[in-house]
């Protein structure tokens, strides 16, 4: 495992200039020390939660509660056949009261809220702590909880995730990681994105996940404490554990550039299902066929490539206006109908 990169003071220009392109994972030493939310997560538990507290309008968030196994993990039961955690909804006034509770525990449950929209959950939070990386149109979210892990996975948007109260480290990996992570299927995990079966990448038993030690030898490793900040390029697999045994905080920020004209950038993880499910019947000399054909049409067949079309006649090799893309989507949605 390696210590990943890190950045001082950076402007928006130079992050979308130089940090953008890189496709790595970056900290951002001190981005939003001067948030008021760090400076109540720096004050403690009880602060901190007051502070929040006086954002709340009552409405329910997606709450985690799982046993304290030495993993902490919210992933998945032995077996494969259902998750280690109970979720419910539940307004933050609750597991608020909870959190306080459990910091008089020993070992208490993990509990946390996760991924709730700050705009709804705590209205006016987002205004008083602004990013200056990105612009008002990137909603942020927030995690609040005590001692707990996230297991291995990736999302499939740029993220920025800030550390508010506690501490967090985040073991990254990239992409080509995924045959060594022991990934359960992607239609099948704790939340939408794809994530590992092993619990804790630093705690893992060496014999039943052999191949994991080849991954972790590419991992990029750091501790983000309040105030502190870190850029997660799409499709990184990440794990997060919050440190703090009583109280973590943070919010991240998830973004895609638009596909087209007025469409999100959201086939991704659609696109992987609806391929799986297309060729996994097909004989092997076949699938390679098809992993040909996508390495040349989904990946390779750009610049010069497509020098022998002229660019007015390119179609779907080139670039797309609202209605053309609109026309495919809808082409392909009347192929899926039974």
């Known amino acids: 495992m390696q210590a990943m990169k890190e950045w001082g003071q950076v402007s928006r220009e130079r992050f979308e200039r130089e940090l953008l392109p890189a496709y790595e994972p970056v900290v951002l030493r001190g981005l939003v020390a001067d948030w008021p939310l760090v400076a109540q997560g720096r004050s403690g538990l009880a602060p901190c939660l007051h502070y929040l507290a006086g954002f709340d309008q009552g409405q329910p968030v997606d709450a985690l509660l799982a046993r304290p196994e030495p993993a902490r993990a919210f992933g998945f039961k032995p077996g494969l056949d259902g998750f280690n955690f109970a979720r419910d909804r539940r307004p933050l006034a609750q597991l608020f009261e909870q959190l306080w509770r459990y910091s008089h525990f020993a070992e208490p449950p993990s509990l946390a809220a996760q991924s709730a929209l700050v705009s709804e959950a705590l209205p006016g939070l987002e205004l008083a702590n602004v990013l200056p990386l990105l612009g008002a149109d990137v909603a942020p979210r927030i995690w609040i909880g005590n001692r707990a892990t996230v297991p291995a996975h990736f999302d499939d948007s740029h993220n920025i995730a800030c550390v508010a109260a506690g ?172």
């Open 167 to 338: 501490r967090r480290r985040f073991t990254l990996l990239p992409p080509a990681c995924a045959p060594q992570l022991y990934l359960a299927a992607p239609d099948h995990a704790p939340t939408p994105a794809p994530m590992s079966v092993v619990p804790d990448l630093h705690r893992a038993d060496a014999a039943r996940f052999p191949r994991l030690q080849h991954a972790l030898a590419q991992a990029l490793v750091a501790e983000l404490g309040p105030g502190d900040a870190l850029y997660i390029p799409p499709l990184w697999f990440h794990q997060v554990e919050a440190l703090d045994p009583h109280l973590n905080v943070l919010m991240n920020y998830w973004w895609r550039p638009e596909a087209a004209p007025g469409r999100a950038d959201d086939l991704h993880l659609a696109a992987l299902r609806l391929a799986m499910l297309a060729l996994r019947h097909l004989p092997d000399g076949e699938r390679e066929g098809w992993r040909a054909l996508f390495a040349h049409y989904v990946f390779g067949a750009r610049g010069e490539a497509l020098a022998h079309i002229p660019a007015d006649q390119r179609h779907l090799f080139g670039e797309l206006d609202a209605a053309a893309d609109a026309a495919l989507r809808a082409d392909i949605a009347a192929r899926l109908k039974p």
